[in-house]
């Protein structure tokens, strides 16, 4: 069973910069899709960034020139970094994978990580 541990999460100022951090273990293979949503009371959870094990990224518009997702293949572990940070990104970020391509329906989710951008 794939478990995802987040980290990097707190408090930034408007305009501020976070660095979140993904670790996957259980996994027996290289984890094909590995990405982060957010979510904000009272809505859906949205995707931001995400990124497969060759490089092919997707981003949301809010996140496009601020945020920049990478990873660490070696270690199944995901970032997100996010600079110019406004309060609209406040949300709580949650880490997803998806070890298969082909199998979408197998998805595995972090715990969460709170990221408040306030002054």
């Known amino acids: 069973q794939v478990q995802l541990i987040e980290s990097g999460g707190g408090l930034a100022q408007p305009g501020g910069s976070l660095r979140l951090s993904c670790v996957a273990s259980?996994?027996?293979?290289?984890?094909?899709?590995m990405g982060w949503f957010r979510q904000v009371p009272g809505k859906q959870r949205e995707l931001v960034a995400d990124?497969?094990?060759?490089?092919?990224?997707n981003y949301a518009d809010s996140a496009k020139g601020r945020f920049a997702i990478s990873r660490d293949n070696g270690k199944n572990t995901v970032y997100l970094q996010m600079n110019s940070l406004k309060p609209e990104d406040t949300a709580v970020y949650f880490c997803?994978?998806?070890?298969?391509?082909?199998?979408?329906?197998?998805?595995?989710w972090g715990q969460g990580t709170q990221v408040t951008v306030s002054s």
């Open positions: 259980g996994s027996d293979t290289l984890i094909a899709r």
């Open positions: 997803r994978a998806q070890p298969y391509l082909w199998k979408r329906e197998e998805l595995h």
């Open positions: 990124m497969t094990n060759n490089g092919n990224t």
